[in-house]
T-cell receptor, first 112, second 110 residues
Framework: NAGVTQTPKFRVLKTGQSMTLLCAQD?????MYWYRQDPGMGLRLIHY???????AKGEVPDGYNVSRLKKQNFLLGLESAAPSQTSVYFC???????????FGNGTRLTVT | TQLLEQSPQFLSIQEGENLTVYCNSS?????LQWYRQEPGEGPVLLVT?????EVKKLKRLTFQFGDARKDSSLHITAAQPGDTGLYLC??????????FGQGTTLQVKP
């Protein structure tokens, strides 16, 4: 039982390049989230989804896009990476609003 | 903007000492969650407190939710090196948002 799996684990991009982060869950949770974690700033919500085919903006959505075509997958895209997007990205799932979150192990992204 | 202030941000103590981490806000939360995160991994839920004044114990960890549901504390008794990690509190608002504190990095030296 894998839980929440994020790929890739590490990535280095040059400014202006694009990439997609994949989150896959086998917990059958409706809610999925993308957070970024930066030193001293806690976890900040980028986008979230309350079910297959739905997405919504979080606290810091600019520069990111998401898609939830299948219930088990939540994709985070960076169309034109910027150094300010250097961060650790976490995917999380929950079975209800404000329910405890189940996190993946993160993707460390560096944009040079 | 709703904020959850977590303190201290860093704590380095010797094995066997006690410590307390605080989360404070001017906002009321419907519940408060505490997570622990180890390097290279995602946060893992420790406990959720729901009722004002509630106290929950998890071995040497004691969690308390303030009477007004605006603050919470985590007390660790006789800290062990295995307690080392990043501790995060997260408040659930009545509008359906989850607000995270900045985190407390705890180092317990043997």
């Amino acid at each position: 039982n894998a839980g929440v799996t994020q790929t890739p684990k590490f990535r280095v991009l040059k400014t202006g390049q694009s990439m997609t982060l994949l989150c896959a869950q086998d917990m059958n949770h409706e809610y999925m989230y993308w957070y970024r974690q930066d030193p001293g700033m806690g976890l900040r919500l980028i986008h979230y989804s309350v079910g297959e085919g739905t997405t919504a903006k979080g606290e810091v959505p600019d520069g990111y896009n998401v898609s939830r075509l299948k219930k088990q997958n939540f994709l985070l895209g960076l169309e034109s990476a910027a150094p300010s997007q250097t961060s650790v990205y976490f995917c999380a799932t929950s079975d209800g609003i404000n329910s405890p979150l189940h996190f993946g192990n993160g993707t460390r992204l560096t944009v040079t | 903007t709703q904020l959850l202030e977590q303190s201290p941000q860093f704590l380095s103590i010797q094995e066997g000492e006690n410590l307390t981490v605080y989360c404070n806000s001017s906002s009321v939360f419907s519940s408060l969650q505490w997570y622990r995160q180890e390097p290279g991994e995602g946060p893992v839920l420790l406990v959720t407190v729901v009722t004002g004044g509630e106290v929950k114990k998890l071995k040497r960890l004691t969690f308390q939710f303030g009477d007004a549901r605006k603050d919470s504390s985590l007390h660790i008794t006789a800290a062990q090196p295995g307690d080392t990690g990043l501790y995060l509190c997260a408040g659930a608002t009545i509008t359906g948002k989850l607000i995270f504190g900045q985190g407390t990095t705890l180092q317990v030296k043997p």
